[in-house]
């Protein structure tokens, strides 16, 4: 059993404080990603956990043991930094080998333990190597490779995949997927990639400023943002958002016109909101489709071809910008006037606040909150 | 950038230039303790003589130069692996666990080198006439410790600046606590460094005069507390003292010649990678 909890941990730097007051549970042998925009605490938090950041306040527990002022060498815990940091002086062998050289590990254990490691991360031919004779993927698995031997009570990782090239980077990502089902140990993985978070993550954590924005898993996030920035953040391209008026508001959901004569009923809980509230409808641009019966209609200004799908960059009436996306069979070409209908169910409404009007239905693929 | 042939020649001829100038007083120096006493003094000088052993002869039955030799080595290399021993903690936490005072220290430690050391002679003196360190190595080992500590620090300092603090905090990860972190990671990263570091301060040691001077006689006297002996009051014996001077810088030059690409690579560390 391998938990991690955080209980109103915040971190100061004089007088800036970098994190506000963090929450959190990690539950054993979960992949817990924390994303954010650069800047937004994710790391700091990464390395408060690690012990490599001393905490200003708040109590950070492993295994429900308070660990605040347990030393880094003594939390258990292992790393894999963005740089690699492997030791230049040493083979990936003593790299790999380091900690339990430390641990004054018996010489024949510790290369049987190297030795199962590298095998899984297909370094055997490379265990004599010095880093630099690497190449940059092999680095990441060596780095990985020093984690895993010293089987941590919980991984940790620092945008471990920045460095590599964008190929790669899709492969590692696998690679640590199978890693996490494999060694089926508790990971917290740092990241600002979007994708390597919705791809490989049991529950995100959405940070901004030192806060956490909202918890969940990934699909959660993408069909229940909990606010604008969630909405904004998740979701590539991102979101379209309007700023509209609540035309009526009852049971059924929240009424908003979204042009002249075109008014959707989005089926969220009315809240607070009242008719005339400014609020923020949220339409993912998958929402959207052209069709000539369409509510909105527009000009389409630009054309992306990505092959498999086709993003339209158009122009409403009321001069507001809309990313559409359809498939990549798409004809629409630059400067036709279209029309397009909103699937009004996948949409989203945040009050003025930015908090999000939760939905009356729960996505089919969103499993619901136990109780 | 690619020079001309004319900028090439009048850069080797000022280089060969100043490396002659530099090295044209030892050479003399040398030269002259081959010469006899008469022949060191004539104008004008002899370039063309016949090189005598006399001096040599002399030198070694006036003192006994080995015993010089061996203060000289001992205090050193005491020095300096004393100064490293303080030195290598103190520049890694300043390096590495730096406080907002860290860089005012490192100044404040610079700013003793800028005191002549006259200026403490009278109170040093007296600490070590009461403790009974005058004309002891320990003495010695002590000050000169002291007077390159701040040197040693601000090398090694430089020197760990250059390590990435990753690999120390994933050497902390892997549990290595402040000793193994300096002793397994630190250090060897750091080699060429803390070895040339070491090269300079032993040279500097070697060739300090000051402290030898007041604070040793007989006992604990290295080769510069030698060479003094030979400007005696009766008058200076130049080719006498040329020898004398010889024998004593004859064995640090070899060992600077022998450690140059050391010394070279450590001095110029960060500024040529």
Request: glycine fraction near 8%; proline fraction near 6%; charge should be neutral.
């Amino acid at each position: 059993m391998a938990t991690v909890t955080l209980r109103g941990l915040r971190k100061s730097y004089g007088p800036v404080e970098a994190i506000k007051g963090i929450d959190l549970d990690v539950a054993d042998r979960e992949f817990v990603v924390f994303v954010g925009p650069s800047g937004c605490g994710k790391s700091t938090l990464l390395r408060m956990i690690a012990g490599l950041e001393q905490i200003t306040s708040g109590d950070l527990l492993i295994e429900g043991a308070r660990v605040n002022d347990v030393g880094p060498a003594d939390r258990g815990l292992a790393m894999v930094f963005q740089s690699y940091a492997l030791y230049p002086h040493m083979t990936v062998r003593q790299n790999m080998g380091f900690a339990l050289r430390l641990a004054r590990v018996p010489k024949a254990e510790r290369d049987r333990k190297v030795e199962a490691a590298a095998a899984v991360l297909q370094l055997q031919p490379y265990l004599e190597r010095t880093p630099k004779e690497l190449s940059g993927g092999q680095r990441q698995r060596v780095a990985i490779g020093r984690a895993i031997v010293r089987q941590p009570k919980v991984f940790l990782f620092d945008e471990p995949l920045s460095n590599l090239d964008a190929a790669l980077r899709g492969q590692m990502r696998i690679e640590l997927a199978r890693l996490h089902e494999e060694l089926q140990a508790t990971m917290i993985y740092v990241t600002h990639d979007q994708v390597e978070a919705m791809t490989m993550a049991d529950k995100i954590v959405v940070l901004q400023a030192g806060r956490v924005e909202q918890v969940g898993s990934p699909l959660e996030l993408y069909h229940s943002p909990a606010n604008l920035f969630v909405a904004g953040f998740i979701g590539s391209p991102r979101m379209n958002m309007l700023q509209s008026e609540v035309a009526g508001a009852d049971a059924t959901g929240v009424a908003i016109d979204v042009g002249p004569g075109a008014r959707i009923v989005v089926p969220v809980q009315q809240g607070q909101v009242r008719q005339g509230d400014r609020v923020t409808l949220g339409i993912r641009p998958e929402s959207l489709a052209a069709y000539d019966e369409g509510q909105l209609a527009g000009t389409v200004r630009l054309v992306e071809r990505l092959g498999g799908m086709t993003l339209l960059h158009v122009g409403t009436e009321a001069d507001l910008p809309l990313i559409v996306q359809t498939d990549g069979a798409d004809v629409t070409s630059a400067h036709a006037p279209i029309r397009l209908a909103v699937d009004a169910a996948a949409c989203h409404v945040f009050s003025a606040d930015g908090l999000a009007l939760p939905h009356l239905a729960t996505h089919r693929l969103v499993a619901r909150p136990e109780a | 950038m690619e020079k001309s042939l004319t900028q090439r020649i009048l850069i080797t001829i000022l280089g060969w230039g100043v490396a002659l100038l530099l090295f044209f007083p030892i050479f003399w120096m040398v030269l002259t303790s081959f010469k006899t006493e008469a022949g060191a003094i004539a104008t004008p000088p002899q370039l063309i003589f016949s090189p005598t052993w006399s001096s040599y002869v002399e030198v070694q039955e006036r003192a006994n130069y080995l015993r010089f030799a061996l203060n000289s080595v001992i205090i050193s290399v005491g020095g300096s692996v004393l100064a490293l021993a303080f030195a290598i903690p103190a520049a890694y936490s300043m390096a590495f666990h730096p406080t907002p005072r860290t860089r005012g220290t490192l100044l404040w430690m610079l700013s003793t080198k800028m005191l002549p050391p006259v200026g403490v002679l009278v109170p040093i003196y007296l600490l070590f006439r009461n403790l009974g360190l005058l004309d002891t190595q320990f003495g010695l080992i002590i000050i000169y410790a002291l007077m390159n500590l701040p040197i040693v620090v601000w090398m090694l300092f430089t020197f760990y600046k250059e390590v990435p603090l990753e690999i120390l905090e994933a050497g902390r990860m892997d549990g290595a606590r402040t000793w193994s972190e300096v002793w397994f990671l630190l250090l060897p990263l750091t080699l060429p460094g803390v070895a040339s570091t070491g090269l300079l301060s032993l040279i500097l040691c070697w060739n300090e005069a000051f402290w030898s001077l007041n604070l040793t006689s007989s006992a604990a006297a290295p080769l510069t507390t030698f060479i003094a002996s030979f400007s005696s009051p009766e008058g200076l014996f130049f080719a006498k003292l040329s020898a004398a001077s010889t024998v004593a810088v004859a064995p640090i030059l070899i060992f600077g010649w022998l450690s140059q690409r050391q010394l070279v690579r450590g001095l110029t560390f960060g500024a040529v990678k």
